[in-house]
């Protein structure tokens, strides 16, 4: 049996390896390649409701967030005026960028591109374009 100080010693070495291990993964897993990948840029310059958001929106959001979408527990997130309450009171950014329970529920999180686009529509002034 190994005993207690021994164990310990054990832990302590280990440990940095650990620590890298960890940081390893996290920058390992950071999403942002996609314009790396496909070499186009990010277009952040003049984000539009009805293109660039609704695109998002379309692609990643409606199965549960419009119409009669059950899958959003009511959540609407369709007219511009759905949206716009949403930005106004922080919860459409939040949701694509908090860790703990990101959305899309369940699926893979946005791309850093898309991200971008929500931030810069909001910080645009959330324009009904
Ligand atoms: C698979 C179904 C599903 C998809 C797809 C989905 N959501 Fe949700 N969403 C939910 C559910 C269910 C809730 C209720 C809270 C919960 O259970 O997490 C929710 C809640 C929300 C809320 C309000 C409360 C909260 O938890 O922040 C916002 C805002 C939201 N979603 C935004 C989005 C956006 C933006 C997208 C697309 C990028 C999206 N959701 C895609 C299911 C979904």
């Not at 049996?1 to 390896?17: A, E, G, L």
């Not at 329970?101 to 971008?116: D, E, G, Q, T, V």
């Amino acid at each position: 049996m190994i005993s207690f100080k021994k164990s310990f010693m054990r832990v302590r070495f280990y440990f940095p390896f650990v620590l890298l291990g960890v940081v390893f993964l996290f920058s390992s897993c950071y999403y942002d390649k996609e314009d790396v990948l496909y070499g186009t840029a990010c277009d952040t310059s003049n984000v539009r409701f009805n293109v660039e958001i609704k695109n998002i929106l379309n692609a990643h959001c409606a199965g549960c967030h419009s119409g009669n979408a059950t899958g959003g527990m009511g959540i609407k997130l369709e007219t511009y005026q759905e949206v716009k309450d949403a930005a106004e009171n922080e919860m459409f950014l939040e949701s694509v960028i908090r860790d703990n329970n990101p959305m899309p529920k369940n699926a893979s999180r946005l791309s850093a591109c898309k991200i971008n686009q929500i931030r810069a529509w909001i910080n645009q002034g959330m324009k009904e374009n």
